[in-house]
């Protein structure tokens, strides 16, 4: 396993890995996943054999904030600076990073991939003085949902017609 960071030329493969990943209407587009690409976070992929087998991508997070929100990360509004000033309080600067997606190829789940990127971002955040992590599920992603309850992550708010209309998601976060 190669673990390295993303770039805008791993457009096309996050892309066709996230379609396999996730149905219409949660899966990204292209721009989309381009847009999150130029943001600053931490944004990483696992390759196997030379090709992506798993990705991560997220942002720094200023405030709470929904998808589309003016205050929330996304292709939407993209997040100015975000690394916290020396002379700045690092843990009121950054808030907490926010999971944009993480993506494992069916072949590769239950490996131990998605935890090392959780874990990889989650160290990228704390050293960068976030308080935390946060990230959206949808509530029928049973599979999802117990893979974060294992790495600590409780749901501190229901979002609904997140995804859809009729497709809530939960907010899940983890306090470092």
């Not at 990204?28 to 798993?54: D, K, N, T, V, W």
């Not at 509004?77 to 020396?86: D, E, I, L, T, Y």
């Not at 999802?144 to 992550?153: D, I, K, P, S, V």
């Not at 229901?158 to 306090?175: K, N, V």
């Given at each position: 396993?190669d673990?390295?960071?993303l770039?805008q030329?791993?457009?096309?493969?996050?892309f066709?890995l996230?379609?396999r990943?996730?149905?219409?209407?949660?899966a990204?587009s292209a721009?989309?996943?381009?847009?999150?690409l130029?943001?600053?976070?931490?944004h990483?992929?696992?390759?196997r054999a030379g090709?992506?087998a798993?990705?991560?991508?997220?942002a720094?997070?200023?405030r709470?904030?929904?998808a589309g929100d003016?205050?929330a990360?996304?292709p939407?509004?993209?997040?100015a600076g975000?690394?916290?000033?020396?002379?700045?309080?690092?843990r009121?600067?950054?808030g907490?990073?926010h999971?944009?997606t993480?993506?494992?190829?069916?072949?590769?789940?239950?490996?131990?991939?998605g935890?090392?990127l959780?874990r990889n971002?989650e160290?990228?955040?704390?050293?960068?003085?976030?308080r935390?992590?946060?990230?959206?599920a949808?509530?029928n992603?049973?599979?999802?949902?117990?893979f974060?309850a294992r790495?600590?992550y409780?749901?501190?708010?229901?979002?609904p017609?997140?995804?859809?209309a009729?497709l809530?998601?939960l907010?899940?976060?983890?306090d470092?």
């Amino acid at each position: 396993m190669d673990y390295r960071g993303l770039t805008q030329a791993d457009v096309a493969e996050i892309f066709a890995l996230d379609q396999r990943c996730f149905p219409v209407g949660i899966a990204y587009s292209a721009e989309e996943i381009a847009a999150y690409l130029r943001m600053p976070g931490f944004h990483q992929g696992c390759s196997r054999a030379g090709r992506l087998a798993a990705v991560l991508l997220s942002a720094l997070g200023k405030r709470e904030g929904r998808a589309g929100d003016p205050g929330a990360p996304g292709p939407a509004k993209r997040q100015a600076g975000g690394v916290a000033q020396p002379h700045q309080a690092p843990r009121q600067s950054i808030g907490r990073g926010h999971v944009i997606t993480v993506d494992v190829a069916p072949e590769a789940r239950r490996q131990g991939i998605g935890q090392e990127l959780m874990r990889n971002a989650e160290a990228y955040y704390r050293a960068r003085g976030a308080r935390g992590m946060r990230l959206e599920a949808a509530v029928n992603n049973a599979g999802a949902l117990a893979f974060y309850a294992r790495l600590g992550y409780h749901m501190t708010r229901l979002l609904p017609g997140y995804y859809a209309a009729d497709l809530d998601a939960l907010r899940l976060e983890l306090d470092f």
